[in-house]
T-cell receptor, first 118, second 114 residues
């Protein structure tokens, strides 16, 4: 069974800092990994999706990397802002299933609660 | 309005009552999902549907029933609510792309079972 762990569980930083959120998974036979953001009382919003053939994906100040062999992904946030304060979750699908029968059965990490102080 | 909506947003019910949570999406996505989010357990998949009239169990399906007669709707029913089903429920939808499509989440329904 796939297990996803996120470290740290919570992070508090001053505005302007660059920071790294970590995600590890036990079964490396995945075909993608996603990072989501969740604001308090809201649903999840997709930030980045990295396919297994990719090593990085970038969107604005966000950069996500994927190392399947070591079972790790990192989300790098550059020049953090108070508006970045949220919970960040990573998620992976079941091992190697590209046939569609298990599509979407994502396993989520517990999330990292990020607070950026002005 | 385009997107994915859930109703009600908040619900308080009593143990043993039947409760139905509604989910509606306007993108014509094939896939729809129901998750619950609890402290200490994170986000867990309850049921999912690959298309109208096709549903399958997720990680925690016991005590829940789903149906999908129309592509755009995916209601979740708690047939006899229990206190352990107090949670925040999220509906999500996604397209056909196995490698590139993400899931789009609704705003959630906060359910309290007394």
């Amino acid at each position: 069974k796939q297990e996803v762990t996120q470290i740290p569980a919570a992070l508090s930083v001053p505005e302007g800092e660059n920071l790294v959120l970590n995600c590890s998974f036990t079964d490396s036979a995945i075909y993608n990994l996603q990072w989501f953001r969740q604001d308090p009382g809201k649903g999840l919003t997709s930030l980045l999706l990295i396919q297994s053939s990719q090593r990085e994906q970038t969107s604005g100040r966000l950069n996500a990397s994927l190392d399947k062999s070591s079972g790790r992904s990192t989300l790098y946030i550059a020049a953090s802002q108070p508006g970045d304060s949220a919970t960040y979750l990573c998620a992976v699908p079941p091992r190697g299933d590209a046939g569609g029968t298990s599509y979407g059965k994502l396993t989520f990490g517990q999330g990292t609660i990020l607070t950026v102080h002005p | 309005d385009a997107g994915i909506t859930q109703s009600p947003r908040y619900k308080i019910t009593e143990t043993g009552r039947q409760v139905t949570l509604m989910c509606h999406q306007t993108w014509s996505h094939s896939y729809m999902f129901w998750y619950r989010q609890d402290l200490g357990h994170g986000l867990r998949l309850i049921y999912y549907s690959a298309a109208a009239d096709i549903t399958d169990k997720g990680e925690v399906p016991d005590g829940y029933v789903v149906s999908r007669s129309k592509t755009e709707n995916f209601p979740l029913t708690l047939e006899s609510a229990t206190r352990s089903q107090t949670s925040v429920y999220f509906c999500a939808s996604g397209g056909q792309g196995l490698f590139t499509d993400t899931q789009y989440f609704g705003p959630g329904t906060r359910l309290t079972v007394l």
